[in-house]
């Protein structure tokens, strides 16, 4: 196989990358040229043809959505742009905010042509300043260039696009809280049906995609579907309801590795290959105990699973709830489960909106429990409880609005079911753990 | 006196073309105001949903949702230095670093200084995990910190 070159990360160890004269000087805006000369159909076609699904988590075919769009519909029809990146683990997003905005903002007009729409929002977690910053002078230089605002590059399309900034939320991130957020309202997911692309922001219907998405459907138009689909991994021809996983994605490692790192390559990689080829191996000279394949929702590999494909169907088939953010993050083998499970629990607990009783009770309840067990007063019995709470709560069983307690409930499930044997075992031996932040923590 | 300077009526009033409602400049409008004043109060609460045509109850109900706005009662310092506790920075030393920072300055995660210097929070994934572990100040992030390299930042 040829030497994969990164195209989403093709440009960011420039000097200057962030420039708009750079970026027309590598190619830039030519597939927004070539967009324009099409349909907006046959655009929302290619995409759909090229199979790219969506990179914030769920996966779902980006083609497709967008062909979910009432027809003929006097409009407005909104873009929204997924900028709100929280899921631990995660930041390719921020890179190619920081890094590359026109690769993205080129991304958002082909995206609105394609649906239709003169009006995009990025909505941008608060924390991410330099991208804000970043962007903030990127929409102005197109702006002032002719490539926003009325009449794009002479085509009659027009397009504006608003940066919006989140406050430290991580249910912004789920679509409808993204659309309540924007509306200046609390971010509550709302319950589906209608799905966004039909009655979404300001009651309109609303597309809601990613930021590494849009990037990809940039160069989607660009290069074309065959060299999208030369890269990743085909449908299994035994499952009629997979669309595969091509083109190229950006994996995050971070954890206890060498040299934590955002790399791209094409869908599929191991974990292992990401760990020891791209993030120099597990960090003095230890073992991998567990490995969060897609940020925390996704639950756990277990060391013996590291030969797992990252591709959207990899993850599932180890027992994890799917590829999520493909962000990877290493625990080793000196590390407590015990810990690494609560840790994940009080973040759940902390961000959840507290709308569903199941997801604001469950999510809490099991932070308490994992508290007991690691001061030292769990009990045996503490582990079924913990998998009863979990198995209760989500889509999936039925009981929630959104899928956070879904990725709540995950990896409380992965971790007691590969990893009993620690847990019953800190629990026999009488263990405790006490962060060192733990008192201060309390007052909080 | 009104809460919301003239300058700062402005600059809210100049966010609204930006959307179709006026709702939808509740977070903005409440930026603005934070950032100036380092707290929202009832009385700019008041203003804001006047220009906004709501009733105040409800800025202050999407206000609260998000429990980044301080009110009155404890301000936010000059700077806000969020540490981060989520997982990988939690396994790179995260806790620790706030900890250590907690000691340093004789202060609790929520707290401001006396002296209204600084304020001290923990924060969830700040999206730069490659450097864990890392500290927000105000809205620019740090990677690789430790106690005296923090202390360094604020100390500027
Ligand atoms: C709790 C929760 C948090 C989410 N956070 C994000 C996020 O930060 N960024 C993102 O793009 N998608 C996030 N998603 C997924 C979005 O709901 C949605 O599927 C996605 O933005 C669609 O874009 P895509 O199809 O281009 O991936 C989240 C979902 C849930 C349930
Ligand atoms: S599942 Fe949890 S986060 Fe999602 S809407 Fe319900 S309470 Fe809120
Ligand atoms: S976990 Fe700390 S920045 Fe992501």
Known sequence: MAKFEPVLFARIQKNDSQALAGYRADGGYAALKKALGMAPADVTTMVKDSALRGRGGAGFPCGLKWTFLPKDHPGPIYLAVNADESEPGTFNNRILMEEDPHQLLEGIAIACHAIKSNTAYIYLRYEYGRSYRVLDAAIKECYAAGLLGKNILGTGFNLDVHLHRGAAAYICGEETGLIESLEGKRAWPRIKPPFPAVEGLFRKPTIVNNVETLCCVTHIVYRGVEWFKSMGVPPDPNNPRDPGSYGPKLYCVSGHVNKPTCVELPMGVTARELIDEHAGGVWKGRKAKAVVPGGISMGFLSAAELDTPLDFAGPGKAGCLGLGTAAVVVVDDHTSMVEVLYNCCRFMSHESCGQCTPCREGTSWMTRILERIRTGNGKVEDLDLLMEVAGSMGIIPGTTICGLSDGAAWPVKNAIQKFRGEFEEFIRTGQKLRGPAEALMAAH | ?156
């Not at chain 2, 300077?5 to 930006?18: D, G, H, M």
């Not at chain 2, 934070?34 to 220009?51: C, F, G």
């Not at chain 2, 906004?52 to 109900?61: F, I, S, T």
């Not at chain 2, 690789?144 to 202390?151: E, I, K, L, R």
């Open chain 2, 1 to 156: 006196m009104p809460a919301l300077s003239p300058e700062l009526k402005k600059k809210i009033e100049e966010v609204l073309p930006k959307y179709p409602n006026k709702q939808a400049a509740t977070l903005p409008a409440l930026h603005l105001v934070h950032d100036a004043h380092r707290s929202v109060s009832p009385e700019a609460i008041r203003e804001i949903a006047q220009i906004l045509e709501l009733r105040p109850a409800e800025v202050y109900d999407t206000m609260t949702f998000y429990g980044f706005f301080r009110e009155p009662d404890n301000p936010m310092g000059k700077d806000r230095v969020w540490v981060c506790r989520s997982i990988s920075c939690a396994l790179r030393g995260g806790e620790e670093l706030l900890a250590g920072l907690c000691d340093k300055w004789s202060m609790h995660p929520g707290e401001t200084s006396p002296d209204g210097r600084v304020s001290l929070e923990y924060a969830e994934c700040l999206g730069v995990c490659e450097g864990a572990p890392c500290v927000l100040v105000n809205d620019e992030c740090y990677p690789n910190q430790t106690v005296d390299s923090v202390a360094k930042l604020v100390s500027k």
